[in-house]
């Protein structure tokens, strides 16, 4: 009898986690990039996500379906204190090589700077929500779980999860309605953080 | 994409191949580190032994990129023997010293600047039941960290310039400047504040004090009060002792303060200066055979701290 993925994954077999990791990788790279508005600071999230899965994966529950809401939910509480999770892997990180493939937004074409100006403008627009709303409207909408998964990934009620995502649609309609989409050149500098202390060694 | 949505999702460019390898081998040099049944740590083992499994991790890319890993860097060490002189007066003497440090004024929009030398080993456990020990050469491991913990920090070594998230709730593991100065200065209370604050963290509430109390004195900067009631705090641990000679990552002797983990039989060793009573680095070495397998002698991390500072940027150094 072969072994089911949860039962591999709480065993700690390290070839189950290649394969989640292979699967939903990009999926928590969205999730926290569209969180933190900064492509460059999700890579952390991404490692630090699958670090917790990995000493956390005796809580994974023996059965159930897709593995993608309890990855989520780990990522949601990485991105809601990353501060502390950062230190308890600090050390770790400290020795990821850092991106060399990412391109340097000033030598890189209109593509990729657009892309990270919309994602910080998004994220900006995203300050009207409270973050619990925030989180639900993430999940739901720009990564498309569906509320159950939301609700698995929050470990909060389904019911919850239609009440937090309805206020936050509401509150967004309510924000957008009549303005004009935020100025890229307002939100530069969040871009480009994290390039800016590899070129520059400082702000 | 619903057209309703009053915000569309962004695009996200995914990881690439390369990232997307890079990522991945290190999560496996990770697990692969830790897979070995290994008794809990203290809370300090990612310093120690998370930086260890991750070197592995990164010396896999560095054959890809280029850089460090040192085949030839020594991974065993002479143990120090344990002196008969009592740890709790040399503390105290170190104490005195430290609180008669002038304390200067710190802003709120300054950074606590440390710079150490720091070199860890790697395990490798075999299911043939070999081991395989490596340690990376000693180089140095720059920390910028705000005053008040409010703005983003910046961590210098190893592989490039990495920034930290701000820390607006600090606490015994995990500090500023802010919070190490909002600590009790007496050594009773100040213990016990930490004894209860690491509650379950650890193998035992001793060997998780003292090295809860050396994060604290290692890799920050504390009033000089604050300091002296950590030294004082410590000498009322039990089981605390006093090594003759210990030498730091930069090769400096000192006086050995130590404590023996008796779950994995490894040694925590803060090192001071004998005659300036001055906090010179720390030492981890394995004393006897740990449970799964280490050596005694094998030196399981070394550090030195070089450099000391409030700063105003996060690209001054001292």
Redesign the interface.
């Known amino acids: 009898m072969t072994m089911s993925l949860r039962a591999r994954l709480r065993a700690g077999e390290s070839a189950a986690f290649g394969e989640v990791f292979d699967e939903h990788a990009d999926a928590i790279l969205r999730y926290a990039a569209r969180t933190l508005g900064d492509r460059a600071g999700a890579e952390d999230v991404v490692s630090l996500t699958f670090l917790e899965a990995w000493r956390l994966r005796e809580r994974l529950l023996p059965e159930g379906e897709s593995v993608r809401p309890w990855l989520f939910g780990i990522a949601t509480n990485v991105l809601r204190n990353t501060a502390r999770r950062a230190r308890r892997h600090r050390a770790a990180l400290d020795w990821l090589p850092p991106p060399d493939t990412v391109p340097d937004p000033a030598d890189e074409g209109a593509d990729r700077l657009d892309d990270a100006e919309r994602l910080a403008a998004a994220r900006r627009a995203m300050d009207a929500l409270k973050p619990h709303e925030r989180e639900v409207f993430v999940l739901c909408v720009w990564e498309e779980l569906d509320y159950a998964a939301a609700a698995e990934a929050l470990g909060v009620p389904v019911g919850t999860v239609r009440s937090r995502l309805a206020r936050a649609r509401a509150r967004l309609r309510l924000e957008t309605h009549g303005k004009s989409p935020a100025r890229p050149d307002s939100y530069q500098v969040t871009a480009r953080t994290r390039f800016g202390l590899n070129q520059e060694g400082a702000r | 994409m619903?057209e309703r949505?009053?915000?569309p999702?962004?695009?996200?460019?995914?990881?690439?191949r390369?990232?997307?390898r890079?990522?991945?081998e290190?999560?496996?040099q990770?697990?692969?580190g830790a897979?070995a049944p290994v008794p809990r740590r203290t809370r300090r083992r990612?310093?120690w032994s998370?930086?260890p499994?991750?070197?592995a991790?990164?010396a896999v890319?560095?054959a890809l990129?280029a850089g460090a890993g040192a085949p030839d860097v020594p991974t065993t060490t002479e143990i120090g023997q344990v002196s008969d002189q009592a740890a709790a007066p040399l503390l105290q003497q170190f104490a005195l010293v430290a609180e008669q440090q002038p304390t200067g004024q710190v802003r709120d929009e300054q950074y606590v600047y440390v710079k150490s030398l720091v070199s860890?080993s790697s395990f490798r456990f075999a299911s043939d039941g070999t081991q395989t020990v490596t340690r990376d050469a000693p180089h140095e491991?720059e920390i910028w960290v705000a005053v008040d913990?409010s703005r983003?920090g910046?961590?210098?070594?190893?592989?490039?310039?990495?920034?930290?998230?701000?820390?607006?709730?600090p606490d015994v593991?995990?500090p500023t400047y802010r919070f190490l100065e909002s600590l009790p200065t007496d050594p009773a209370r100040l213990l016990a504040k930490i004894y209860a604050d690491t509650k379950g963290q650890g193998n035992t509430p001793d060997q998780q004090a003292f090295t809860t109390i050396g994060d604290l004195l290692r890799e920050s900067v504390a009033p000089p009060k604050v300091t002296a009631a950590l030294y004082r705090a410590a000498a009322r641990i039990p089981g605390v002792v006093v090594v003759n000679d210990v030498v730091d990552a930069a090769g400096r002797h000192g006086v050995g303060v130590a404590r023996l983990d008796e779950t994995t039989g490894s040694r925590t060793e803060w090192i001071f200066d004998r005659d300036e009573s001055t906090f010179l680095g720390e030492r981890e070495v394995q004393v006897v055979k740990s449970p799964e397998g280490l050596k005694p002698g094998t030196l399981i991390g070394i550090s030195a701290v070089l450099t000391r500072a409030i700063v105003d940027?996060?690209?001054t150094r001292g």
């Open positions: 619903n949505e009053p915000l999702a962004p695009a996200v460019p995914g990881l690439g390369d990232r997307h890079t990522l991945r290190h999560l496996m990770e697990m692969d897979t990612l310093w998370l930086a499994t991750a070197v991790a990164a890319a560095v990129v860890f491991r913990g983003a910046r961590l210098a070594g190893g592989n490039g310039p990495t920034t930290l998230d701000p820390n607006p709730t593991g995990s940027t996060t690209d």
